[in-house]
């Protein structure tokens, strides 16, 4: 079983910065692979950038890249999402999630356990 725990989140103006945190249980962080997904009103939940077990892959939704960074400290069973030059349109619930899905990491529906969310809010 893995606990996740998402903080950083806030309210922040167009184009500003933050740093979602989401600190995990268990001894076997460095196992899983990591990925932040978000959800807005109204709309499904996506996936953002997720990060492979050992750091050396990631992946990022076309909307992020270029903006966000993914990175994980495993020392820390920690994962990070840097997300610079902030948009209106990335205000959502942003949800960090744990797998230890083998072939497909890229979706929601590949990962098995689940933060609380934290609200990311920018405003125009």
């Known amino acids: 079983q893995v606990q996740l725990v998402e903080s950083g989140g806030g309210l922040v103006q167009a184009g500003a910065s933050l740093r979602l945190s989401c600190a995990t249980s268990?001894?076997?962080?460095?196992?899983?692979?990591m990925g932040w997904f978000r959800q807005a009103p109204g709309k499904e939940r996506e996936t953002v950038a997720a990060?492979?077990?050992?750091?050396?892959?990631?992946y990022y939704a076309d909307s992020v890249k270029g903006r966000f960074t993914i990175s994980r400290d495993n020392a820390k069973n920690t994962v990070y999402l840097q997300m610079n030059s902030l948009k209106p349109e990335d205000t959502a619930v942003y949800y960090c999630?744990?797998?230890?899905?083998?072939?497909?990491?890229?979706?929601?529906?590949?990962?098995?356990?689940w933060g609380q969310g934290t609200q990311v809010t920018v405003s125009s």
């Open positions: 268990g001894r076997t962080f460095s196992s899983y692979t």
């Open positions: 990060i492979r077990w050992r750091g050396g892959s990631t």
């Open positions: 999630a744990a797998t230890l899905a083998g072939t497909s990491w890229f979706f929601p529906k590949d990962y098995n356990y």
